[in-house]
Protein backbone atom coordinates (compact mmCIF):
# COMPACT_ATOMS: atom_id res chain seq x y z
CA UNK A 1 0.00 0.00 0.00
CA UNK A 2 2.01 3.01 -1.11
CA UNK A 3 1.96 6.01 1.50
CA UNK A 4 2.44 8.83 -0.95
CA UNK A 5 -1.28 8.29 -2.18
CA UNK A 6 -3.91 11.02 -4.64
CA UNK A 7 -4.55 12.27 -1.32
CA UNK A 8 -2.05 12.46 0.06
CA UNK A 9 -0.55 14.74 -2.96
CA UNK A 10 -3.48 16.42 -2.55
CA UNK A 11 -2.56 17.51 1.07
CA UNK A 12 1.30 18.45 0.04
CA UNK A 13 -0.04 20.17 -2.66
CA UNK A 14 -2.67 22.33 -0.81
CA UNK A 15 -0.35 23.21 2.29
CA UNK A 16 3.37 23.35 0.62
CA UNK A 17 3.20 23.97 -2.99
CA UNK A 18 1.69 27.58 -2.91
CA UNK A 19 0.81 27.85 -6.81
CA UNK A 20 -0.63 31.58 -6.77
CA UNK A 21 -3.06 32.93 -9.24
CA UNK A 22 -0.53 33.42 -11.97
CA UNK A 23 1.34 30.09 -11.84
CA UNK A 24 -2.25 28.40 -11.77
CA UNK A 25 -2.96 30.47 -15.03
CA UNK A 26 0.24 29.29 -16.63
CA UNK A 27 -0.10 25.68 -16.22
CA UNK A 28 -3.91 25.50 -17.30
CA UNK A 29 -2.73 27.18 -20.78
CA UNK A 30 0.18 25.31 -21.58
CA UNK A 31 -2.75 21.95 -22.64
CA UNK A 32 -5.39 24.83 -23.98
CA UNK A 33 -2.81 26.55 -26.39
CA UNK A 34 -1.96 22.64 -27.75
CA UNK A 35 1.23 22.31 -25.79
CA UNK A 36 1.79 18.72 -24.20
CA UNK A 37 0.77 18.27 -20.30
CA UNK A 38 4.24 17.36 -19.31
CA UNK A 39 4.46 20.42 -17.05
CA UNK A 40 6.16 19.34 -13.72
CA UNK A 41 3.61 19.52 -10.94
CA UNK A 42 3.39 22.52 -8.59
CA UNK A 43 4.94 20.70 -5.54
CA UNK A 44 7.82 19.21 -8.07
CA UNK A 45 7.69 23.28 -9.15
CA UNK A 46 8.28 24.21 -5.74
CA UNK A 47 10.62 22.06 -5.02
CA UNK A 48 12.70 23.74 -8.00
CA UNK A 49 12.32 27.08 -6.56
CA UNK A 50 13.53 25.79 -3.12
CA UNK A 51 16.89 24.15 -4.89
CA UNK A 52 16.97 27.53 -6.52
CA UNK A 53 16.95 29.33 -3.20
CA UNK A 54 19.50 26.81 -1.91
CA UNK A 55 22.01 27.18 -4.51
CA UNK A 56 21.71 30.95 -4.17
CA UNK A 57 21.33 30.67 -8.10
CA UNK A 58 22.76 34.03 -9.73
CA UNK A 59 23.44 31.75 -13.17
CA UNK A 60 20.49 29.16 -13.57
CA UNK A 61 20.22 26.80 -16.53
CA UNK A 62 16.85 24.75 -17.51
CA UNK A 63 16.80 21.94 -20.88
CA UNK A 64 13.81 22.31 -21.86
CA UNK A 65 11.33 25.09 -21.73
CA UNK A 66 8.00 23.81 -22.73
CA UNK A 67 5.29 26.56 -21.50
CA UNK A 68 7.46 28.11 -18.96
CA UNK A 69 5.75 26.47 -16.02
CA UNK A 70 8.88 24.98 -14.16
CA UNK A 71 10.83 28.16 -15.51
CA UNK A 72 8.51 30.25 -13.62
CA UNK A 73 8.77 28.61 -10.31
CA UNK A 74 12.62 28.52 -10.94
CA UNK A 75 12.86 32.33 -12.17
CA UNK A 76 11.23 32.83 -8.69
CA UNK A 77 13.84 31.25 -6.51
CA UNK A 78 16.63 33.31 -8.09
CA UNK A 79 18.94 35.19 -5.62
CA UNK A 80 18.92 38.89 -6.62
CA UNK A 81 19.80 39.85 -9.48
CA UNK A 82 19.97 36.29 -10.72
CA UNK A 83 19.16 35.01 -14.47
CA UNK A 84 18.12 32.29 -15.81
CA UNK A 85 18.62 30.70 -19.38
CA UNK A 86 15.96 28.27 -20.43
CA UNK A 87 16.73 26.03 -24.13
CA UNK A 88 13.93 24.79 -25.60
CA UNK A 89 13.80 23.17 -29.50
CA UNK A 90 10.15 24.28 -30.28
CA UNK A 91 9.81 27.54 -31.43
CA UNK A 92 6.13 27.62 -31.01
CA UNK A 93 6.57 26.20 -27.30
CA UNK A 94 9.38 28.69 -26.76
CA UNK A 95 6.77 31.63 -27.97
CA UNK A 96 4.05 30.37 -25.45
CA UNK A 97 6.75 30.57 -22.57
CA UNK A 98 7.89 34.15 -23.58
CA UNK A 99 4.32 35.27 -23.01
CA UNK A 100 4.32 33.25 -19.84
CA UNK A 101 7.10 34.77 -18.41
CA UNK A 102 5.93 38.31 -19.29
CA UNK A 103 2.91 37.95 -17.57
CA UNK A 104 4.35 36.18 -14.33
CA UNK A 105 6.92 39.59 -14.64
CA UNK A 106 9.82 37.75 -14.77
CA UNK A 107 11.09 37.86 -18.08
CA UNK A 108 14.19 40.61 -17.23
CA UNK A 109 15.03 37.60 -15.31
CA UNK A 110 15.27 34.82 -18.16
CA UNK A 111 16.65 34.18 -21.46
CA UNK A 112 15.04 31.91 -23.49
CA UNK A 113 17.06 30.69 -26.59
CA UNK A 114 15.80 28.30 -29.27
CA UNK A 115 17.40 25.33 -30.49
CA UNK A 116 18.54 21.87 -30.14
CA UNK A 117 19.60 21.98 -26.06
CA UNK A 118 23.02 19.65 -27.93
CA UNK A 119 24.13 22.68 -30.21
CA UNK A 120 23.76 25.02 -27.82
CA UNK A 121 25.17 23.94 -25.09
CA UNK A 122 28.77 24.02 -25.87
CA UNK A 123 29.06 27.76 -26.16
CA UNK A 124 27.09 28.05 -22.66
CA UNK A 125 29.76 27.47 -20.95
CA UNK A 126 31.03 30.76 -21.60
CA UNK A 127 28.09 32.10 -19.33
CA UNK A 128 29.30 29.77 -16.52
CA UNK A 129 29.77 27.97 -14.04
CA UNK A 130 26.37 27.58 -12.99
CA UNK A 131 24.77 27.40 -9.68
CA UNK A 132 21.83 25.77 -10.68
CA UNK A 133 20.57 23.03 -13.56
CA UNK A 134 17.49 21.55 -14.49
CA UNK A 135 17.24 18.77 -17.05
CA UNK A 136 14.02 17.93 -18.49
CA UNK A 137 14.36 17.27 -22.30
CA UNK A 138 14.08 14.40 -23.95
CA UNK A 139 15.36 11.66 -22.07
CA UNK A 140 17.72 10.43 -24.75
CA UNK A 141 20.21 13.12 -23.54
CA UNK A 142 20.13 13.20 -20.12
CA UNK A 143 23.62 11.64 -19.83
CA UNK A 144 25.18 14.26 -22.39
CA UNK A 145 23.37 16.50 -20.40
CA UNK A 146 24.50 14.99 -17.31
CA UNK A 147 28.19 15.31 -18.32
CA UNK A 148 28.00 18.82 -19.68
CA UNK A 149 26.36 20.09 -16.26
CA UNK A 150 29.07 17.94 -14.08
CA UNK A 151 31.61 20.03 -16.17
CA UNK A 152 29.95 23.51 -16.03
CA UNK A 153 28.74 23.39 -12.00
CA UNK A 154 30.38 25.07 -9.73
CA UNK A 155 31.38 23.24 -6.29
CA UNK A 156 28.17 23.39 -3.83
CA UNK A 157 25.90 23.96 -6.98
CA UNK A 158 22.50 22.01 -7.40
CA UNK A 159 21.83 19.79 -10.33
CA UNK A 160 18.11 18.86 -10.76
CA UNK A 161 16.28 15.99 -13.04
CA UNK A 162 12.69 15.47 -14.33
CA UNK A 163 11.17 12.21 -14.86
CA UNK A 164 13.59 9.94 -12.99
CA UNK A 165 10.57 7.62 -11.94
CA UNK A 166 9.43 7.50 -16.02
CA UNK A 167 5.91 6.73 -14.83
CA UNK A 168 7.26 4.16 -11.94
CA UNK A 169 8.39 2.08 -15.23
CA UNK A 170 12.06 2.53 -14.13
CA UNK A 171 11.52 0.10 -11.36
CA UNK A 172 9.80 -2.63 -13.31
CA UNK A 173 12.76 -5.29 -14.59
CA UNK A 174 10.97 -6.43 -17.53
CA UNK A 175 10.45 -2.90 -19.01
CA UNK A 176 13.45 -2.52 -21.53
CA UNK A 177 12.05 0.61 -23.37
CA UNK A 178 14.82 2.79 -24.48
CA UNK A 179 14.29 6.31 -22.53
CA UNK A 180 13.97 3.47 -19.25
CA UNK A 181 16.60 2.23 -19.85
CA UNK A 182 18.35 5.75 -20.23
CA UNK A 183 17.23 7.06 -17.24
CA UNK A 184 17.96 4.16 -15.08
CA UNK A 185 21.60 4.55 -16.07
CA UNK A 186 20.94 8.26 -15.56
CA UNK A 187 20.00 7.21 -11.72
CA UNK A 188 22.40 4.70 -11.42
CA UNK A 189 24.94 7.72 -12.29
CA UNK A 190 23.52 9.86 -10.00
CA UNK A 191 23.39 7.73 -7.05
CA UNK A 192 26.91 6.58 -7.91
CA UNK A 193 28.95 9.55 -8.78
CA UNK A 194 31.73 10.23 -5.82
CA UNK A 195 31.46 13.60 -6.77
CA UNK A 196 27.87 13.92 -5.89
CA UNK A 197 25.24 13.98 -2.74
CA UNK A 198 22.11 12.74 -4.41
CA UNK A 199 18.76 11.54 -3.66
CA UNK A 200 15.35 11.90 -5.91
CA UNK A 201 12.33 13.99 -4.90
CA UNK A 202 9.54 11.22 -4.78
CA UNK A 203 6.63 13.60 -5.64
CA UNK A 204 5.07 13.38 -9.38
CA UNK A 205 7.63 11.91 -11.78
CA UNK A 206 10.45 11.57 -9.70
CA UNK A 207 13.07 14.53 -9.41
CA UNK A 208 16.90 13.22 -9.04
CA UNK A 209 18.79 15.80 -7.85
CA UNK A 210 22.45 16.55 -5.92
CA UNK A 211 24.65 18.97 -4.96
CA UNK A 212 28.31 18.90 -6.86
CA UNK A 213 30.97 18.67 -4.17
CA UNK A 214 33.42 19.69 -7.06
CA UNK A 215 35.74 17.58 -9.14
N1 LIG B 1 10.35 22.00 -17.93
C1 LIG B 1 9.01 22.15 -18.50
C2 LIG B 1 8.61 20.91 -19.30
C3 LIG B 1 9.58 20.56 -20.38
S1 LIG B 1 8.90 19.37 -21.48
C4 LIG B 1 8.02 22.39 -17.37
O1 LIG B 1 7.94 21.55 -16.48
O2 LIG B 1 7.32 23.41 -17.38
C5 LIG B 1 10.30 19.06 -22.50
C6 LIG B 1 10.63 20.20 -23.47
O3 LIG B 1 11.93 19.92 -23.99
C7 LIG B 1 9.68 20.29 -24.67
O4 LIG B 1 9.20 21.59 -24.80
C8 LIG B 1 10.56 19.91 -25.85
O5 LIG B 1 10.24 20.61 -27.05
C9 LIG B 1 11.95 20.28 -25.35
N2 LIG B 1 13.05 19.55 -26.01
C10 LIG B 1 13.06 18.26 -26.42
N3 LIG B 1 14.25 17.96 -26.94
C11 LIG B 1 15.02 19.07 -26.85
C12 LIG B 1 16.36 19.39 -27.23
N4 LIG B 1 17.14 18.48 -27.79
N5 LIG B 1 16.82 20.64 -27.00
C13 LIG B 1 16.03 21.56 -26.38
N6 LIG B 1 14.75 21.33 -26.00
C14 LIG B 1 14.26 20.10 -26.24
MG1 LIG C 1 9.51 16.39 -17.34
Redesign the pocket.
Known sequence: MPIYDDALESYVRQEFSAEDQILRTIREA?PRRG??A???RPE??RFLQFLAAASQAGRAL??????????TWIARGLADGGKLIT????PA?AEVAQEHFDMAGVADRVEIRI????E?LPDLSQRGPFDFV?I???KE?YPDYLDWTLANLRPGGILAA?NAFRSGRVADPHNHEDSVDVMRAFNQQMGADPRLISSVFPAGDGTAFAIFRGS
Open positions: ILPITVEGEIGTLGGYSGLELEHGNAHLFDAEGH
